[in-house]
């Protein structure tokens, strides 16, 4: 069988390999040139100290990108800029700060094929998985750009003595956010995240992983494009340990998505310092197909479940639990369509999965495959590189027969691969899903709605999709979005998405009398007469 590459080579892959994807469109080269680059990475704060870093094009393995690097100096100087703008900020109108997200909608849709060349070249995933990024970011920008004002406005609350105090709630911005986004992700999980802080009034600095860096840097351009003071979006760029630190030193609350592991060490310093952090961490996530699926819908589903951006999504599936009477049904189905998915790396839609986007994550799904097989687990399909298409392509792959002592059963693989898991009761599906320290997003899928919402609520996740993969749950950006358990702390989206950036404040007027001995009156009379007035106010339920 003959496959096309990404440089529109043709190559002969082994037989029952995944197609490639129809070749054509341009390259990474000629979409991500020299002149692209250098405008790009003039928004680093870096003074030329900490030296430069190539990324590289997943697609090719060929370097993409030389970069500079921040160092903690550079850190510093960009939260002093950022701090030194913020009021300013702030002191716009909420309006004001809500049309220069909506503007950014505008211009991001105009503009969406800039930024899907660029997720492509620095992530490898297909065009179609790229899209979905700029789905969430102009969805994200649309809601907080309409309800922001609404999420950030005053609100009255009951005061001390009624009619007498009179108490508002406010709203005010933390001031500088700082934030850590990842690789997988670049648009959404940066931009995706910025949004909300921005229209609360804070200025943000970003430290995105430095392989899909030019992504963020587009995006701090379109951004500035469309109104927002280029100073109050500051990017620095370096390795995690140096100036991830750096970053939760300074901050006034902190943004981070990325691993377990350096997630508990962001909410340990930004604990000592007693600032706030959103985490949202890894998953396990589980799908379950209920005896009365429809079993074509759930096949097609579990195909984007498991296999979008290669795998390499927070929220993807890595546990597949099928009910009994109908696991080899489904399984034939799910398989073919599987084996069925093109793979390719062109700057085009038609793919329908890219690459891995490095050589660790290439390591870690081939290992976690290889290891699963010599202790007894078959392969269905997949199970194997592709290195006829780019140096870190995997062909999407279905094992059965995983036991729990195999890593891939607990393990977050974050790519390609699925396992699957046979069940005879609903109540042993969910105590399944359940067996995971992690508890970010799950899948249901059944006929009888009712009873896919009554599984959903068993389910220990922040997010449950019933008939869908993950796009519902996320795609409803007015609800919370976040994980449970080892997967986080705090949500994205909806009105925790928007508040989390803010400090309540509660500002109360007192009126006539003072809450204390007034008009003569001793402290016995004064406590006899607030008795009295506390029993009235439960008798006429005053709140």
Known sequence: MTDITADGQARTAAAGSNPAAPGGGRTVASAVTPAVIARLARGVTADGEGGTADTIAPLTGETLATLPLSTPADVERAFQVARRAQPAWAALPVRRRAAVLLRFHDLLLRRQDEVLDLIQAETGKARLHAFEEVMAVASAARHYGHRAASYLRDRRRGGAIPG?????????????????????????????????????????V?????????????????????????????????DGPVVGP??????????????????????????????????????????????????????????????SSAGQLCISIERLFVHRSVAEDFLARFAERTAALRLGGGLAYGADMGSLVSPRQLETVGRHVDEAVKAGATVVTGGRARPDLGPLFYEPTILDGVTPEMAVCAEETFGPVVSIYRFDTDDEAVAAANATPYGLNSSVWTRNLRRGRAVAARLHTGTVNVNEAYAAAYGSVASPMGGMGDSGLGRRHGAEGILRYTEAQTVAVQRLLPIGPSMGMDDEKFARLFTTGLKAMKAFRLK
């Open 164 to 204: 007498l105090t009179s108490a508002v709630e406010a709203r005010r911005p933390k001031g500088v956010i700082g934030q850590i986004s990842p690789w997988n992700y670049p648009f959404e999980l940066s931009v995706g995240d910025a949004l909300p802080a921005f229209v609360a009034g804070n200025a943000v």
């Open 206 to 238: 970003n430290k995105p992983d430095t392989q899909t860096a030019l992504t963020a840097l587009w995006a701090r351009e379109l951004f500035i494009e469309a109104g927002l003071p280029a100073e109050v979006w500051q990017i620095v760029l370096g």
């Open 246 to 307: 750096a970053v939760v030193d300074r901050a006034d609350y902190v943004a981070f998505t990325g691993s377990t592991r350096t997630g508990r060490e962001v909410a340990q310093k930004a604990a000592a310092r007693l600032v706030g952090a959103s985490l949202e961490l890894g998953g396990k996530n589980a799908m379950l197909v209920l005896a009365d699926a429809d079993l074509d819908r759930a096949a097609e589903g579990a195909v984007r479940a498991c296999f």
